[in-house]
């Protein structure tokens, strides 16, 4: 639990650095940032060591850089749009979805009671009310850079969150499989993972309408470093994810993951880069917004503690 801690602090600061390179398309963010990742992987062996992986585990870590990294492109469009305070809170139902696929595909919590159902079944009603709740305070006066009202872009960001956390639940249930079914370390997990991570980065940038890659070219030398940066600070995280997941699995370890997250992120979000100082109403808005964050962090709690 203090390793999944420690990764949810980093996880929750670590679009900081996205917000200094606002004019970064997400694209082309996300192959620098990959390159971070990459970056990290291989001084993560230092620490982790390479003690050798199966090349089906290897494939299959590979390809869950990819599936990451898909579900990173989705998160970083949705901070630009609606910030990070309500993407990470949306974030939440990664918790939701990998709970369900620890104990459906990888046999966590097999002594589970009808009770016990029944709690997980209230705690997955509170995150969703919550995320409800802080969908609300969306603004729907102005207009944005693209043309797009203000609401409707910060909608467009919140649905692109939610899409995000289908492929990030998708990546945890791969490599807790790997390593906590199928018995590989870390190190030469993660080291997997990151070649993954960068090929599917360029892929999506080449893909994703409205994105130039080209833009990657002609970028400023300071995006590309936020980006990497933010890229050594998720390496960081994994590495701490995955000591944790070890000692509690995906459908424990997950909640807590994005229990830590949220908070931090919503107060950088909020009291550093003051996302809800253009609302109209900012007292209805605080209301819903914390109290959406406490149903969402009390229905996380719920299911870890159960």
Request: include cysteine; charged fraction near 10%; charge should be positive.
């Amino acid at each position: 639990m203090l390793w999944i801690t420690v990764a949810g602090l980093l996880f929750g600061s670590q679009f900081i650095a996205s917000k200094y390179a606002a004019g970064f398309k997400p694209g082309a963010y996300n192959i620098s940032m990959a390159m971070g990742i990459f970056l990290g992987s291989v001084l993560s062996l230092l620490l982790l060591g390479f003690s050798g992986i199966t090349p089906m585990l290897s494939a299959l870590a590979f390809i869950g850089g990819i599936v990451w990294v898909v579900g990173n492109y989705l998160l970083v469009q949705a901070v630009s749009k609606a910030g990070m305070a309500r993407s990470f809170i949306v974030i939440n139902f990664t918790a939701v979805f990998s709970f369900v696929g620890g104990v459906a595909f990888l046999g966590e919590l097999p002594e589970a009671t009808p009770q016990r159902l029944a709690m997980i079944a209230g705690a997955v009603c509170l995150v969703l009310t919550g995320a409800f709740l802080v969908t609300g305070t969306r603004p729907r006066e102005g207009a944005t850079g693209d043309g797009l009202r203000r609401g409707d872009a910060v909608t467009k960001g919140l649905l692109a969150a939610f899409a995000a956390t289908i492929f990030f639940s998708v990546y945890n249930v791969i490599i807790a499989f790997i390593v906590n079914k199928a018995g590989a370390s870390a190190g030469p997990t993660f080291i997997s993972i990151a070649p993954g991570a960068l090929l599917g980065a360029v892929l999506v940038a080449f893909l994703a309408r409205q994105n130039d890659p080209r833009q990657w070219t002609t970028a400023p030398v300071k995006w590309h470093l936020l980006a990497l940066s933010q890229g050594l600070v998720w390496a960081t995280a994994m590495v701490c994810i995955m000591f944790g997941w070890m000692g509690t699995g995906i459908a424990m370890g997950t909640p807590i993951q994005v229990g830590t997250q949220t908070l931090v992120s919503s107060l950088w979000g909020i009291v550093m880069f003051g996302e809800f100082r253009g609302l109209d109403n900012r007292g209805r808005a605080y209301s819903r917004f914390i109290a959406g964050a406490a149903l969402t962090v009390l229905g996380i709690a719920v299911m870890a503690l159960i």
